[in-house]
Antibody, heavy 118, light 108 residues
Framework: EVQLVQSGAEVKKPGESLKISCKGS????????IGWVRQMPGKGLEWMGI????????RYSPSFQGQVTMSADKSISTAYLQWSSLKASDTAMYYC???????????WGQGTLVTVSS | EIVLTQSPGTLSLSPGERATLSCRAS???????LGWYQQKPGQAPRLLIY???SRATGIPDRFSGSGSGTDFTLTISRLEPEDFAAYFC?????????FGGGTKVEIK
């Protein structure tokens, strides 16, 4: 069974750093991209970008370029999304999802809620 | 970037009624790489339709998708209580991938 399991909710202060994770199982982790999606409170879905765990090739949506960093450790089938200096506007639910070109997002993680507040 | 516009923003219907949701693209979506997702409160989105008209595994046949080019439609033939949720379209044929703003189907 394909599963993406994300790390737990985080509460941080503005300016702090953060790294959240997404662990894949039940499929070849290095053969699919992992996409990240943001959902701000009460809002829609926003595409942040993708990473290919096989070689860590990364493509960022223009809106998120320079704002976040995606990485992956294929040895433990885990992808990461990190911030070096959080802002209150980063408060959102973040989802990872499995992706391959020409295919939709077929499996999703359960989401990680990030709250940034002073 | 392809902008997807969904309408209406909210659809108020009763169980058993037919729901018709629209997704319009700012430019043609290549190879009908258009998907629909359902999201219930507190849950991750779930893939319903891909390739504009193919149902994902386990999706009931009351859900159907149609369209091509710039105009796409998700139809729920008879609303069940569990269908009241938010629905998002997404194009995955052109980078960056983009989502529509969503349609909320609520109980009238």
């Amino acid at each position: 069974e394909v599963q993406l399991v994300q790390s737990g909710a985080e509460v941080k202060k503005p300016g702090e750093s953060l790294k959240i994770s997404c662990k894949g199982s039940g499929y070849s982790f290095t053969s699919y991209w992992i996409g990240w999606v943001r959902q701000m409170p009460g809002k829609g879905l926003e595409w942040m970008g993708i990473i290919y765990p096989g070689d860590s090739d990364t493509r960022y949506s223009p809106s998120f370029q320079g704002q976040v960093t995606m990485s992956a450790d294929k040895s433990i089938s885990t992808a990461y999304l990190q911030w070096s200096s959080l802002k209150a506007s980063d408060t959102a639910m973040y989802y990872c999802a499995r992706y391959s070109y020409g295919r939709p997002l077929d499996y999703w993680g359960q989401g990680t809620l990030v709250t940034v507040s002073s | 970037e392809i902008v997807l516009t969904q309408s209406p923003g909210t659809l108020s219907l009763s169980p058993g009624e037919r729901a018709t949701l629209s997704c319009r693209a700012s430019q043609s979506v290549s190879s009908s790489y258009l998907g629909w997702y359902q999201q219930k409160p507190g849950q991750a989105p779930r893939l319903l339709i891909y390739g504009a008209s193919s149902r994902a595994t386990g999706i009931p046949d009351r859900f159907s998708g149609s369209g091509s080019g710039t105009d796409f439609t998700l139809t729920i033939s008879r609303l069940e209580p569990e269908d009241f949720a938010a629905y998002f379209c997404q194009q995955y044929g052109s980078s960056p991938l983009t989502f529509g703003g969503g349609t909320k189907v609520e109980i009238k």
